[in-house]
């Protein structure tokens, strides 16, 4: 799943290429992936983009106007062919295209690498009107994102630390991956309640979440778009590392009780939550 830095990293990349680039064709592979039926694609042809924003894990292309909500979901990404390249298929895409958005010169292409579709698409005419969009909360890899509204978004709720923070409402741009990295890097059991935090453990959840997720978007900035998966990947110190040592001690990374192998932690440093 691409989490805020990989998404900030995609729309850095097609803010420089995209801008003042005028759309001359679109192809829908996959048609269930457009939620607005009544806003074709053929709405954007002839229109020059204008703005490029990620929020949260979504990316918004603003077209002079009118707007397209790209959401990746569980797998989507993006391929993007120039000049001559940009003239024959795409060379051995690894998922399915579910769309392309032709320009004079290049094409990007959105993609879905998962067993069930989740790109989804929207064309309207603000940002907000897509709904996953209108409902997202402050976003996790913003700077000004504070310990206060931290602690007031944990409030006194009974609900897992890892959940939550996957829980875009709360805090968007945060998904399965990173909220592992934070859990372990904050010292904290993903199950712990965060009605249960103490005031260190809060300061030590939001030193983690600022410290990895602004490593995350620094480290992502410039890495080319087909090797962003691998390097969000070689960068993780206990996602997706079931029975390897820990890096920080004598434990072995675990994955974390009900997540049917979908999270890890390390128990023995995080077992005080």
Same mark, same amino acid.
């Given at each position: ?14 803010? &420089?290429? =995209?801008?003042? %680039?005028? !759309? @001359? $064709? *679109? ?14 694609? &053929?709405? =954007?042809?002839? %229109?020059? !983009? @204008? $703005? *490029? ?16 909500? =790209? ?203």
């Amino acid at each position: 799943m691409p989490e805020a830095p990989e998404v900030e990293a995609l729309a850095s990349f097609l803010r &420089e290429r =995209l801008l003042r %680039r005028t !759309v @001359t $064709g *679109v192809e829908l592979i996959e048609g269930r992936a457009l939620k607005t039926r009544g806003r074709p694609l &053929e709405e =954007l042809i002839g %229109r020059e !983009v @204008t $703005g *490029v924003t990620r929020l949260g894990k979504h990316i918004d292309v603003d077209l002079d106007g009118t707007h397209l909500g =790209l959401g990746f979901g569980r797998a989507g990404w993006a391929t993007w062919h120039e000049g001559a390249a940009a003239e024959g298929p795409d060379d051995a895409p690894v998922a399915a295209i579910i769309v392309r958005l032709i320009f004079d010169d290049a094409v990007l292409g959105v993609t879905d690498a998962g067993d069930w579709l989740s790109v989804q698409l929207h064309v309207v005419d603000a940002a907000d009107e897509v709904p996953s969009v209108a409902k997202l909360g402050p976003d996790a890899a913003d700077p000004a994102y504070s310990r206060a509204m931290l602690a007031e978004a944990l409030g006194h709720r009974r609900k897992q630390l890892k959940a939550l923070l996957q829980e875009q409402e709360t805090l968007a741009g945060i998904g399965n991956a990173y909220s592992d990295e934070i859990l372990f890097a904050a010292r904290l059991s993903p199950v712990a309640h965060a009605a249960a935090l103490t005031d260190d453990e809060i300061t030590r959840l939001w030193s983690a979440l600022h410290d990895t997720m602004t490593a995350a978007v620094i480290a992502r900035r410039g890495v080319p778009i087909p090797e962003q998966k691998s390097a969000k990947v070689a960068a993780m110190r206990v996602h997706g590392r079931t029975g390897e040592p820990c890096p920080d001690c004598e434990g072995v990374i675990e994955d974390i009780p009900g997540t049917k192998g979908g999270g890890q932690w390390c128990p023995s440093c995080q077992s005080a939550g």
